[in-house]
Antibody, heavy 117, light 104 residues
Framework: QVQLQESGPGLVRPAETLSLTCSVS????????WTWIRQPPGKGLEWIGY???????TYAPSLGSRVTISADTSKNQFSLNLTSVTALDTAVYYC???????????WGQGTLVTVSS | DIQMTQSPSTLSASVGDRVTITCRAS??????LAWYQHKPGKAPKLLIY???TLHSGVPSRFSGSGSGSEFTLTISSLQPDDFATYYC???????FGQGTKLEI
């Protein structure tokens, strides 16, 4: 069974960098997409981006160059960095595993990140 | 970018009702659509993938249909556990619909 768990600071100052890590256990590493998704308070789900099994990344155009997703396969972890954050980046952040066949099949429990001074 | 539009935004229903949620894509996405159920404080759950395939463990009262640009999620007989927010997502640019809140 695949399990994912987010970790990282719950409070980030404006203009700083939001950094989260997702620890993964179980499941295949092939042909999967390690994904970040967020949900701002009172709003819907927003796809942030992914790193795939080859190490290639794809990001939401709306986040532009602020987002970087990386992976450390030796630790079974992947990470999200979001630079120059504002209050609009306050959200519950989910890490997840997606495939071409099924979409997002496995999700972490989510972690709330608040951007505030 | 492909836009996904769900309707309605909110749906009021009762236990035992049959309900349908619609998701429209701004262009043809074939069958590459998934449906998720999301409850407050919990991780979303995959219900349907490839427009109509029921994910493992999902009750058979859930069904999906459609292809191209119009899709539906149907719950045949609402149960108390089904009151949640439902999202569609297309696979290509990964965009989610804005969500449909199903309330009592």
């Amino acid at each position: 069974q695949v399990q994912l768990q987010e970790s990282g600071p719950g409070l980030v100052r404006p203009a700083e960098t939001l950094s989260l890590t997702c620890s993964v256990s179980g499941g295949s590493l092939s042909r999967v997409y390690w994904t970040w998704i967020r949900q701002p308070p009172g709003k819907g789900l927003e796809w942030i981006g992914y790193i795939d099994y080859t190490g290639s990344t794809t990001y939401a155009p709306s986040l532009g160059s602020r987002v970087t997703i990386s992976a450390d396969t030796s630790k079974n972890q992947f990470s999200l960095n979001l630079t120059s954050v504002t209050a609009l980046d306050t959200a519950v952040y989910y890490c997840a595993r997606a495939t071409n066949a099924k979409g997002v099949e496995y999700w972490g429990q989510g972690t709330l990140v608040t951007v505030s001074s | 970018d492909i836009q996904m539009t769900q309707s309605p935004s909110t749906l009021s229903a009762s236990v035992g009702d049959r309900v349908t949620i619609t998701c429209r894509a701004s262009q043809d996405i074939s069958i590459w659509l998934a449906w998720y159920q999301h409850k407050p404080g919990k991780a979303p759950k995959l219900l349907i993938y490839q427009a109509s395939t029921l994910h493992s463990g999902v009750p058979s009262r859930f069904s999906g249909s459609g292809s191209g640009s119009e899709f539906t999620l149907t719950i045949s007989s609402l149960q108390p556990d089904d009151f949640a927010t439902y999202y569609c997502q297309q696979y290509n640019s990964h965009t989610f619909g804005q969500g449909t809140k199903l309330e009592i």
